[in-house]
């Protein structure tokens, strides 16, 4: 079975060999940058692992993985639009580049290839994956939804939170790993329990997000730990805050509210301080562990050896443990 | 064979028993919204036609219909967001409600449920369909990029004009009639062939919205005639001036790119003379008769009875010949 290093290097190589020159170059350049700006490559990685692991043939799923990987730009294109983010990887969004029309018109057409590329994978069961990835889609788009919403709500649960996070991260990255076990032609049951783990893995991976974006070093990108806290983000850390803390904690976070643009560093260093002081790191890390063991309990239920077993959990553990 | 309002009757209740009530609720309900704000409907249509046509049924044709339909409502979402436009069909756009990050999402997931649309269909050649629907998107990406390019330009010419609106308005209607024939299990040349025809229409339709946009009278919505003239649009009555005018004509022209927001009745009477002056109107109306002839020579190339084309060719003049 390959290992992550191996899968991302094969990956990589089936991305290079892709060009996006269509015309017009207004439309097609942005396309290259977005793929060419690099990143993790998680989910075409969990996609084709899930597809060594059940015995399949990465070959046969590397378009699948090509789907995954340029759906997800896809959807970085139009949230950096929502977000107004100027920098994404250290370089200038695509928004920011060539506007924000031209940056709907890239997302959309970079949706419609990931379909294609789907469509590619000219696999028996491909209307199985095309429905999977197009609800998958929809989910993304309601968790993004629910983001938004949240932002403007002050009734947001941490039951909600988990909620929003699930759609908007974790089921593309239990998505990736289904399509690849379908491929696989793994039967239902693993196929079932590879999706849950995937699910878990990924609120676990984003709850690790909202951890380093207080307690994080500054990235290789230059990016600043602070930026959720500065943009009032409802993250697990504040809403666990404003759970567990007292009324005095409680009121300093909600004073700063919309507030603290004069001095931020005294923002984040007054909130992190209540964090710190509530143990809400500790607190984030349990909640991560707690979905980490339920992961561990759905791949302990797939029908594989555990050799192959133990390369899934080590992806997950990388995801988990990460410094960035 | 049914008749365009048979048709039009047929597809309507089918839209009207779809239900969009996802959650949450601040993306679903722009979706109601807009596929309730009405329409000629003419895609579906064009596909129920094309499928009656070539003798199959229509109710397996109805999802395709719906992908069409929900398709190009996607376009629109995102093309008012684009234009700044903040009324359509007499109402307000979808970012002018629910604001611009919204109308993105509803957009995105328009365009993922137009595809499970597709895929309802549950046609032995889906990936054929698909195929043909999501190239279609692209180009239809393409176009409206094009046109924003043409804004930017100085140099289109008609030519660059009659491939941009292919792309943008004529790729979409010829899908629309090709998906109906291929569910209809029409033989390869006919596909061809009236896909041709829907290129052709779909041209002279254009070129009709055009020519309504600054001869027509105020539509049925308030919308005054001039918008084109007031937003530089490059339509083909202004290239052609711009191509047979003498050069007091392009001077005045010119001086207006831009300017005239202080006065854009004086504006709209100014070009709208020279138009008329070199007459503009009637070499438009020749344009559109040269795209017409060539759907004829089309159609007339399909293996059908002559009065099963009499039909599309009839719904294809009501298209070119409308007042609004």
Same mark, same amino acid.
């Given at each position: 079975?390959?290992?992550?290093e191996?899968?991302?290097?094969?990956?990589s190589?089936?991305?290079?060999k892709e060009?996006?020159?269509?015309?017009?170059?207004?439309?097609?350049?942005?396309?290259s940058?977005?793929?060419?700006?690099?990143?993790?490559?998680?989910?075409p990685?969990?996609?084709?692992?899930?597809?060594?692991?059940?015995g399949?043939?990465i070959?046969e799923?590397m378009? $699948?993985?090509?789907?995954?990987?340029?759906? *997800?730009? =896809?959807?970085?294109?139009?949230?950096?639009?929502?977000?107004? $983010?100027n920098?994404?990887?250290?370089?200038?969004?695509?928004?920011?580049?060539?506007?924000?029309?031209?940056?709907?018109?890239?997302?959309?057409?970079m949706?419609?290839?990931?379909i294609?590329?789907?469509?590619?994978?000219? *696999?028996?069961?491909?209307?199985?994956?095309?429905?999977?990835?197009?609800?998958?889609?929809?989910?993304v788009?309601?968790?993004?939804?629910?983001d938004?919403?949240?932002?403007?709500a002050?009734?947001?649960?941490?039951?909600?939170?988990?909620?929003?996070?699930?759609?908007?991260?974790?089921?593309?990255? $239990?998505?990736s790993?289904?399509?690849?076990?379908?491929?696989?032609n793994? &039967?239902?049951e693993?196929?079932?329990?590879?999706?849950? =783990?995937g699910?878990?893995?990924?609120?676990? =991976?984003?709850?690790?997000?909202?951890?380093?974006?207080?307690?994080?070093?500054?990235? &290789?990108?230059?990016?600043?730990?602070g930026?959720?806290?500065?943009?009032? /983000?409802?993250?697990?850390?504040?809403?666990?805050?404003?759970?567990?803390?007292?009324e005095?904690?409680?009121?300093?976070?909600?004073?700063?509210?919309?507030?603290?643009k004069?001095?931020?560093?005294?923002?984040?260093?007054?909130?992190?301080?209540?964090?710190? &002081?509530?143990?809400?790191?500790?607190?984030?890390?349990?909640?991560?562990?707690?979905?980490?063991?339920?992961?561990?309990? *759905?791949?302990?239920?797939?029908?594989?050896?555990?050799? /192959?077993?133990?390369?899934?959990?080590?992806?997950?553990? &990388?995801?988990m443990?990460?410094?960035?």
């Amino acid at each position: 079975m390959y290992t992550y290093e191996e899968l991302l290097e094969k990956f990589s190589l089936s991305l290079e060999k892709e060009k996006y020159s269509g015309k017009p170059a207004e439309l097609y350049e942005p396309i290259s940058y977005m793929m060419e700006l690099g990143g993790k490559r998680l989910r075409p990685v969990l996609l084709l692992m899930a597809c060594d692991a059940f015995g399949g043939n990465i070959e046969e799923a590397m378009p $699948a993985a090509l789907a995954v990987e340029m759906f *997800h730009n =896809f959807t970085l294109v139009h949230d950096d639009i929502m977000d107004g $983010a100027n920098l994404r990887r250290g370089k200038d969004t695509i928004w920011n580049i060539w506007g924000e029309d031209t940056a709907i018109l890239v997302g959309d057409t970079m949706f419609a290839m990931s379909i294609e590329y789907l469509l590619k994978t000219n *696999h028996a069961r491909v209307n199985e994956m095309l429905a999977t990835f197009l609800k998958g889609a929809k989910e993304v788009c309601e968790g993004q939804q629910l983001d938004m919403n949240f932002e403007e709500a002050d009734n947001t649960t941490i039951p909600d939170y988990l909620g929003m996070i699930r759609l908007k991260t974790a089921v593309l990255l $239990a998505n990736s790993l289904k399509l690849g076990a379908i491929i696989a032609n793994a &039967k239902k049951e693993d196929i079932e329990n590879i999706f849950e =783990f995937g699910i878990n893995i990924g609120l676990s =991976f984003q709850l690790k997000d909202d951890l380093l974006d207080v307690y994080g070093s500054v990235n &290789k990108f230059g990016k600043m730990p602070g930026g959720d806290i500065l943009s009032d /983000k409802k993250t697990f850390l504040l809403l666990k805050t404003l759970t567990i803390g007292e009324e005095a904690d409680k009121k300093t976070i909600e004073s700063y509210i919309g507030e603290g643009k004069e001095d931020p560093e005294q923002k984040i260093m007054d909130i992190t301080a209540i964090y710190s &002081k509530l143990n809400i790191d500790k607190i984030t890390v349990t909640e991560m562990e707690r979905h980490f063991e339920r992961a561990e309990y *759905h791949i302990g239920l797939v029908s594989l050896p555990d050799d /192959k077993k133990a390369e899934l959990i080590s992806l997950a553990q &990388k995801m988990m443990y990460r410094d960035q």
